[in-house]
């Protein structure tokens, strides 16, 4: 869960507190003896719920991983210190309470009975809950430590994998690129295999193989891999000529008018004649390289194309020394040669012998490169083109504009960083030729004696970041690397990150991902290796969606699983309570029963006995009186054998051992036998009883099958009741009648017999017109028995007329009587 959750419900169960303490505090008010009373009860009541959010704090602050104890203990023990200083309120208040004379100790109320089986029933099911939670937890976090593991065991296993094949494959660059780079050479003549013409043709076939095995990558657009860095960049634009700082004034006027003659009179042998002069004047080196040159210009300028071309091509072997020299407008003297010579030669001439390899052109490119090589080089072309040595030009071309592409990453790599951080080590290039792994090795001065010395250089080795990315996915295709789907793997080196697989990643913040695991390595036999290219690998968690996933199904059922417990052990609760609530009334009701049956039987019991022994000792001899005795005893005795009768009726009901049995019988002769069997009893209680027979003549002899003996028991308690309910001098009126009613299963009518006793008692409330039909069920209070009776009559004649199929109708209203009527089905 995330500290919002918990934060959320910290602040619902303070307002939920908030809200308690609001509603028991009104209820203290009216409950609480006097002032110090209220206080000490709702200081009692804070501290319970301070207690509550005390332990949840507590609960939250272990929740948190990741943080120091002291900050997990800052929130639970501001809690603390407020529960502390409620406590000592608390206590000083009780013994100020104690301290009274008016404190009466208050006795505990009892726990109802049901609370116990409550706690049992919901105490596992709340143990369980925290079991299952806390287990999910722990489930989580083996997730975690298992994402790990296998993360730091990826992250060794990428790290050897990119240590060996990743290198395998910068090696294949590397050597292809230098091959090109050296078959290139050979091909201009400015170095040789140390094998010769197989060693070459080995290197083109490997560097055709390197480029179909990766197509997406132009080899030969690429600058050479391998090469020295200076600390001070070169030049390429013009650079003040040195030596003509170094002429006297009388050099500097002879140079001037030989320049002069030269370039602007058309007359060559006075041309040739100052600078003859000027080279008498014995000019440093450069400068008597530049009048040679001059010289040869003023020569040469009158002579036909061949011998002209050829004289400029002896002329630059015997002043090989002198080509780099500058010219005075800052041009290497050794590229205007060669330039002066293409220049008279038209296009597709060929060059001359002498200027193919070795001591011309090319040389005049590689060794004295200036702002002039493009120039030389798109006069080679133009000479060359349609000839036989076209593709010199072509190799010439690649040559120098893959020397300008590295010239231009190693400038902007002074740029990017400054030398004082150079060292062997990796930096990372951004080119417009694109991303470069520059790889320095060590630092080197050239052992000489010039002063100055050179400037310090380093070898380095340059890999397209293309390579890179490609070498590192060649590494991941090894069979012993596989990246789970929640992962995210990062190749670092020289401080830039290359990943190797993106993962897409839910969340948008930029707080980086959790490291699962993390391993260094060095690329193994690449060139400058002395000092290996140290990396780094990182595995992080991406998704953590992915790696939970499970862990949050099986959440979210085990989650399901609690609430459904809880709801079946709430639900289950709440049923067992209702049965208890049920068993205890019934208990009760079965108390009352007793009593009111030995109450029922004592008092008719007590009369018989006294009249009984009346008569036996003979102080009854009127013969009157001893017969209204007889009749009395009769009558009670009567009276108690349909009060046994019922109980035991009842009691086989209950056990469901009743039975009966049906017959044709009368039933208007059934009522008239009851009625008169029941008039004794009502003339003793001074109520009229009074038939009604609303039936066709024909229907007096109606006959229904039915248990006789049972349906006049219902009568009985019918009529009992009304008598019983009806005051004195009212009279109770038993009808017959036969009513047409809808049948439920037949769309036509049918006939039911209904047989009612009506009295005009004291009626039955609406609410209780469903109640007098359960059993034990009385009205009025048990402990005034204000009516005679046990409770059982009416369920008695419900179950009789319900096992006929008929049904018992309670028409009653308080005030105005009541009237009970037997509706039985229609005859067969
Ligand atoms: P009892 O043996 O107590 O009469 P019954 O099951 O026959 O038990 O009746 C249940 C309750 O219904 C009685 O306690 C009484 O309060 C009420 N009752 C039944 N019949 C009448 C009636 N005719 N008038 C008023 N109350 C009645």
Redesign the pocket.
Known sequence: MRNGIYFCLLVAAFVLACLAAYWHGRRLRTRAQNAIDLRYQQLRFVLVIWSILFVLQVAIAFQRHGQPLLNKLAVPGWFALCFGIFLFLLLRTRRQLRSRPDFVQHKRKPLPQFFWQAVLILLPVAGLAGFGLYSLRQDRLLAEQEAHESGQILAQHLADAIGTEGAKQLRDYREACFGLHANRTADLGLSQWAGGAATESNAWQRIKEWQQANPEIDLAAQPPSDGSVKVSPESLLPQPPHWLAELNAEQRQLWQAAKQAEFSSHDDSAAMAAIQKFIESIPPKGARANADYLLLLAQTRGLATQPAVSQMADFSRAHWGSSSEPSDAGVPLGQLICYQALRRLPDGAGLPEGFVRYTTVSWMIEYCPSMFSPALIAETRRVLRGTAQEPYAGTLKAWWDANAVAREILDDFRDQHPTNTWDTASFWVNSRAGKFLLILGDRWNAPTNSVPPPPASYQYLMIPQTVVEKALAGALTRPEISLPPYAKAEFEIAGKEINLRQVQTRSNSNSPLPLIGQAAGTWKDLPLNLHAYPFRVRVSLASPEILYARQRQRTLLFGALIVASAVAAAMGLFAAWRSFRRQQELSELKTNFVSSVSHELRAPIASVRLMAENLERGKISEPAKQGEYFRFIVQECCRLSSLIENVLDFSRIEQGRKQYEFEPTNLVALVETTVKLMEPYAAEKGVRLETAFRLPPSAFRLELIVDGRAIQQALV?LID??V??SPKGETVTVEIESRKQKAESRNSDCEVVCVSVA?H????PAAEHEK?FERF????SELRRE?Q???????VVKHIIVAHGGRVIVQ?EPGKG?R?TIELPPKL
């Open positions: 308690n009741n009304a019983k309910h009295d008692g004291p009626g039955i007098i069920y009385r009205l009025g009516t009776g046990v409770g059982i009559g009416l369920s009653s009541s009970f």
